[in-house]
């Protein structure tokens, strides 16, 4: 399938009959290849979009390819914290159980908000699935023994866990004074390290549960182009950058979707690690400090967080299985 790109279990021997698969940002990209790739296990489908056409058009795309398919659709922004809530409500409400949770979507660049006063990009990519995760525990559509796989990035090597993107502010102007107005690479990889931990720290406490993180390769798809819509020349140039920090082998969707795939199907994944190339790889950060105190810092910041946003429905992360 191309340069530095193992394939999964080219002979389908691990399928997906009777699974429910949820993914995040199906529409497009690393999403809709995921999809497509389950859909042909013979896995139910959840899609999960902010786009409503965009994501009709994914569905009819693994309609054509496999008319027998099942497949649901619930609209979802990621940068709306409520519409999260309405899509964990819509999901249980049309009483779907979900064995396989795929946190898929993500963004480089996202135009800074003041909102929830944090950095947007760092909402989108960990708070959102947080909150996502937290309400389908909560409204029991998520079954207790499930899958969840988190796409993360090896872009996750140029954080160092320092909490700036993490931290709520208790102003715009304090947000704005500590975190800038221009986008950084840093939130980026700030983001992506907390995808790891969090799965690191789900894992230790939803034992029953198998969730993972990983790193789907540098893959072409319109996470860069949206980095160099925005910046022009200066965004092509943070764009390499971001893909030489992942690696040098350039992917197809569908060939980045091979590590998510054996996150999926693997009987023999091991909870809670980080797997790239379809092989478990470590943790890097930049700094001297420990993963394990960052992973501590980042709990308690997200469920602070989630309280502050949903005082009426107060996270139940904290409950050892």
Partial sequence: MGCCTPLFDSELSHRLDGQTIAITGASDGIGLATAILCAKRGAKLIL????IQKMQNAKNDILSNFPDAHVDTVQMDLADL???????????????????????????FHP??????TNSVQVINHFSHAHLFNSLVQNGALR??????????????????????????G?????????????????????????????????????????????????????????K?????????????IFKCCGTCFRNPE??????LKCICDPALSTGKYYSNLQEAPVQIRGNRKLDEIQADLWNITED??????????????STQ
Wanted: charged residues 20%; glycine residues 6%; proline residues 3%.
């Fill in 82 to 108: 409520a519409s999260v809530s309405r899509a964990a409500d819509d999901i249980f409400t049309q009483g779907l159980s979900i064995d396989i949770l795929v946190a898929n979507a993500g963004v480089v």
């Fill in 305 to 318: 967080f989630l309280k502050a946003n949903f005082p009426r429905r107060p996270p139940t992360m904290i």
């Fill in 171 to 227: 102003s715009e102007e304090s947000a704005r004074g500590a975190l800038g107005e221009a986008v950084s690479f840093k939130a980026y990889a700030e983001s992506k390290l907390a995808n790891i931990l969090f799965a690191r720290e789900l894992a230790a406490r939803y034992e029953k549960m198998t969730i993972v993180a990983l790193h789907p390769g540098a893959v072409e798809t319109n996470i860069g182009e949206t980095v």
């Fill in 144 to 169: 207790e023994n499930c899958r969840v796989v988190f796409v993360a990035s090896d872009a996750h090597k140029a954080a160092d866990g320092d909490l700036s993107y993490w931290k709520t502010y």
């Fill in 255 to 260: 060939q980045g979707a091979q590590t998510s």
């Fill in 48 to 51: 999960l979009c902010r786009n």
């Fill in 112 to 117: 800074v908000s003041w909102l929830y006063l």
């Fill in 229 to 241: 819509d925005k910046w022009g020349c200066c965004g092509s140039f943070l764009s390499c950058c």
